[in-house]
């Protein structure tokens, strides 16, 4: 009933930036919290940031200050905003939300930062 949907990622230059989306739909009557997280070849996935329904935000160390997290709440969509990017941060980002005490993945869109 309830999908997620990322769209933003590509390609881009070391000191860059792109921005992340998010967006929910289906039956939905309240989210509690979505995030971001990312896998890079060869890890394990990560968070990277997350906001809950309070407003209230968490941000991995290695993205603090280069990276910001924010909503569009009657739109149950999340965005994750990433300047001076780096080559480190290169891997496939994914979106969760808790949705009515579950958990649900998007498929996730693959950024890409060349040095």
Aim: proline share 3%; net charge positive.
């Amino acid at each position: 009933q309830v999908q997620l949907v990322e769209s933003g990622g590509g390609l881009v230059q070391a000191g860059g930036s792109l921005r992340l989306s998010c967006a929910a739909s289906g039956t939905i009557f309240g989210i509690n919290a979505m995030g971001w997280y990312r896998q890079a070849p060869g890890k394990q996935r990560e968070l990277v940031a997350t906001i809950t329904s309070g407003g209230s935000t968490n941000y991995a160390d290695s993205v603090k200050g280069r990276f910001t997290i924010f909503r569009n709440t009657p739109k149950n969509t999340v965005y994750l905003q990433m300047n001076s990017l780096k080559p480190e941060d290169t891997a496939v980002y994914y979106c969760n939300a808790e949705i009515q005490f579950r958990d649900y993945w998007g498929k996730g869109t693959l950024v890409t930062v060349s040095s």
